[in-house]
């Protein structure tokens, strides 16, 4: 049976939802195991033990997160060959990416990014070219790097589980030596909002909301969503650019995703139209969103979307 390495980076106090993604997915293509580096307390033990992990291989050292990405990547091609792996899941974040790359690099591994399926054999399935055609690729190395989208499965329990085994990786000598070192991290406002990337909704406002988030916020938080934007308001300087959905920014794929004053440029749906459900509101009956959309409404965000989260509100009332 194939051996599957699961690189679960920083998971914090719980595992997220994304990680669990990925176990579930390991378990559809093999035997799953972890690389883990974190904070390895009880409830992430048990977690992982519960989601079918085998074993989890860690760190030698405990200062991985004191450099960028190289020193990263050296340990987790140190765990695949520890674990004799040959599929490895990462997420689908920048930086997971990175390492994926180099990963790719040190095992002479092929690399997949931007993954949202995986057939049992390996072959894995993806969207391109800003999301024109949807592609099925197979690595044809000893090793596989894939990163996955977020939400692009139901995380789920294994049927049983028991306590993986743990297993130090020892990080070869001299991975750090020439790895540029963090000398200081500023901590980012929490906006108690949801995960853009991992989030299950997202309302995203475009240059439409003329420089007021505040309708996109209001239905945002009635919804438990994340807030996202397109490059027209974030290069306006209406919200932060980690906002950004498209080619050049984060790619979504929730499972709803509400376009507000969007007109669906190329770029910003190779962000976001892998959505389950697409809502677009948009004053312009012609604009090209509306070909996506599954739902679509034409009229004026600013009336459209306090509606919504008025009905919003008193249905949960
Ligand atoms: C190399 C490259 C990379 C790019 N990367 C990205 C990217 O990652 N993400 C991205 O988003 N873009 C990206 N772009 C830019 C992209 O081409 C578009 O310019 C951008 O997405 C447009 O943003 P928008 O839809 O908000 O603005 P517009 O295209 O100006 O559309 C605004 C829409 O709002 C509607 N509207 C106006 N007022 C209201 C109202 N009151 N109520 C309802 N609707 C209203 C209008 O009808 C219109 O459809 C990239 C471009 C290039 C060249």
């Known amino acids: ?19 669990l993604e ?15 580096n974190g904070d ?7 977690t992982l033990a519960a989601y079918g992990a085998q074993a989890v291989y ?3 050292v405990a200062d991985l997160d004191d450099y960028l ?16 792996a040959t599929v490895v899941l990462t997420e689908n974040s920048a930086e997971a990416k990175e390492v994926a790359a180099r990963l790719g690099i040190k095992l002479g591994a092929g690399v997949i990014t931007d993954v949202v399926a995986v057939d049992p054999d390996g072959t894995a399935h993806k969207s391109v070219l800003a999301g024109s055609y949807l592609t099925a690729a197979k690595a044809t190395t000893p090793v596989a790097v894939l990163t996955v989208k977020a939400n692009s499965l139901t995380p789920e329990p294994a049927v049983t589980g028991t306590a993986p085994a743990s297993v130090t990786v020892d990080v070869p ?3 750090t030596t020439a790895a540029a070192r963090i000398t200081a991290r500023s901590e980012k406002a929490a906006s108690g909002r949801p995960d853009l990337a991992e989030a299950r909704i997202v309302v995203a406002g475009g240059r439409g909301v003329d420089g007021n988030f505040g309708p996109v916020e209001e239905l945002a ?6 807030i996202g934007a397109s490059r027209a308001a974030t290069d306006a300087g209406w919200i932060g650019h980690d906002a950004q959905i498209g080619q050049t920014g984060k790619t979504v794929s929730p499972q709803l995703y509400i376009s507000a004053g969007i007109s669906g440029a190329i770029q910003q749906k190779a962000g976001m139209q892998t959505a389950k459900v697409i809502v677009a509101v948009n004053k312009d009956a012609e604009s090209p969103i509306f070909e996506i959309a599954d739902f679509g409404i034409v ?6 979307l306090p509606q919504a989260t008025a009905e919003i509100k008193k249905r949960r009332g």
Request: charge should be neutral.
């Open 299 to 304: 009229g004026d965000l600013f009336q459209v």
């Open 173 to 175: 000598a001299g991975a």
């Open 40 to 46: 390895l307390h009880n409830d992430v033990a048990e």
């Open 221 to 226: 938080d009635a919804l438990g969503a994340a």
């Open 58 to 60: 860690r760190p030698s």
């Open 1 to 19: 049976m194939a051996k599957v390495l699961v690189f679960i980076d920083n998971p914090g106090q719980a595992l997220k939802k994304a990680s």
């Open 22 to 36: 990925l176990l579930t997915m390991a378990r559809s293509l093999g035997e799953p195991a972890v690389a883990f």
């Open 69 to 84: 990405v190289g020193p990263k990547a050296s340990y987790l091609a140190a765990a695949v060959q520890t674990a004799g």
